[in-house]
């Protein structure tokens, strides 16, 4: 069974896709409301209830578009390679720092910190007037968070990590 929750790299936030082979649907409990039981769906194809069609559609271009950029190998290399980009900057940098370990890192979402608040905000800061938005990191950990969805393009990381170096030489 494969469970995968869209979030941004297949569809609209909340849309989720199940791929299930059909021995496991029927050995799935009965017991649980029909609602939550798979069989449920895969006898309505999926149709028991209004279906969230918007995000099924979205989910459709989504996949078109990951099988004209080379399908799901293609998708990982490039992300690697976005990814691996900018976590080698930060492993150079005398300023920023990611805050995941090397082998707990992301390639959807890389954290990074300065390791002072008031200069991870002056960041934050500098990269939206420069067209970075959404860099602050999350609420209760701080610091920065740079998303690169499958969609992100490589070139935006180049611009993200001559952004850092200016700020880097600037600040440090």
Do not use: C
Not at 50 to 76: D, S
Not at 84 to 91: E, H, P, Q, T, V
Not at 113 to 129: C, P, R
């Amino acid at each position: 069974m494969i469970y995968a929750g869209a979030q941004k790299n297949l569809g609209p936030s909340g849309v989720t896709l199940v791929i299930i082979r059909n021995d496991l649907i029927e050995r799935g409990p009965s017991d649980l409301p029909t609602m939550l039981q798979y069989r449920t769906h895969a006898e309505k194809q999926s149709m028991f209830n209004t279906p969230p069609t918007f995000g099924i559609y979205v989910i459709g271009l989504v996949l078109k578009w990951i099988r004209q950029q080379g399908g799901l190998a293609a998708m990982e290399t490039h992300n690697r390679e976005k990814a691996g980009r900018l976590y080698r900057f930060l492993d150079e940098s005398r300023l920023f720092k990611p805050t995941a370990d090397a082998n707990s890192r992301s390639l959807m979402n890389v954290t990074f910190v300065t390791g002072v608040a008031d200069l991870d905000a002056k960041f934050v800061s500098e990269a939206s007037q420069n067209g970075l938005d959404g860099l602050k990191g999350h609420r209760s950990v701080g610091g920065m968070r740079a998303s690169l969805y499958n969609a992100f393009p490589p070139a935006g990381v180049d611009t993200l990590i001559e952004l850092m170096r200016r700020f880097e030489a600037d600040n440090s």
